[in-house]
């Protein structure tokens, strides 16, 4: 067995431990964040089953995963990096999430672009939880009015995603985005990474993005 399928797979049971552990019913799903890896680390986990993929260059992930998903139309490709508005008629070709919409003029340009070719696209809104001047993300106070534009502009809106701050107790950050997207009556809730996914996984993340983990440490 390949080493990123065992990988892969101590992770999963990782977190079926804990959620067994804290008795809660929701099993999330495991983003393997494939970005800056070559195909061949990648391909022994898509042979194995694995369906979510999560990407944060635009270009990258459409040299990298075209030819793949005409092949494995199941396969999904995650955005999970900052977005720029003139990328945008390129990704919403390729991804079937978008997880850092954070400001307007991005939201009103995903929906431009997809009503063009007739898609739907899943859209998380980037949350910095932390309050931090250098991170991407919309403060949880002006969330509420970024998803009612959202609505209004008919993109799907399926939940919300953070990266708390580094050296924190992430455990912290999670529990407010938990509370913040009942509030918002959002089903979906990206967070946690290969440093904190158990703790994301006992605050009901339903998305984890997990790569180095998986796939050994980026060069």
């Known amino acids: 067995m390949h080493s990123s399928v065992q990988k892969y797979k101590?992770?999963?049971?990782?977190?079926?431990?804990?959620?067994?552990?804290?008795?809660?019913?929701?099993?999330?799903?495991?983003?393997?964040?494939?970005?800056?890896?070559?195909?061949?680390?990648?391909?022994?986990?898509?042979?194995?089953?694995?369906?979510?993929?999560?990407?944060?260059?635009?270009?990258?992930?459409?040299?990298?995963?075209?030819?793949?998903?005409?092949?494995?139309?199941n396969i999904k490709i995650h955005m999970i990096g900052k977005l720029q508005t003139n990328k945008v008629k390129f990704a919403v070709k390729l991804f079937d999430y978008i997880h850092s919409v954070d400001n307007a003029k991005l939201a009103q340009k995903i929906s431009d672009e997809q009503s063009k070719i007739n898609k739907k696209i899943k859209i998380f809104i980037q949350v910095n939880i932390g309050d931090e001047d250098q991170k991407s993300g919309i403060s949880k106070n002006k969330a509420f009015d970024l998803l009612s534009l959202c609505k209004k502009i008919n993109l799907e809106v399926v939940g919300l995603m953070c990266i708390p701050p580094e050296n924190a107790d992430s455990s912290k950050y999670f529990k407010e985005m938990n509370l913040l997207n009942h509030e918002l009556q959002l089903s979906e809730l990206s967070m946690g990474m290969s440093s904190d996914y158990l703790k994301a996984s006992e605050n009901f993340a339903t998305f984890l993005r997990i790569g180095s983990s998986i796939f050994g440490q980026r060069y």
């Not at 552990?21 to 890896?37: D, G, M």
């Not at 194995?48 to 260059?57: A, T």
Request: no cysteine; net charge positive; glycine share 4%.
């Open 10 to 73: 101590d992770i999963i049971s990782a977190i079926n431990r804990k959620i067994e552990e804290q008795k809660i019913n929701l099993k999330p799903k495991v983003i393997a964040v494939s970005k800056t890896f070559k195909l061949e680390k990648i391909l022994p986990l898509i042979d194995y089953g694995h369906l979510d993929y999560g990407e944060n260059k635009v270009q990258e992930a459409i040299d990298k995963w075209t030819l793949i998903k005409q092949k494995n139309p």
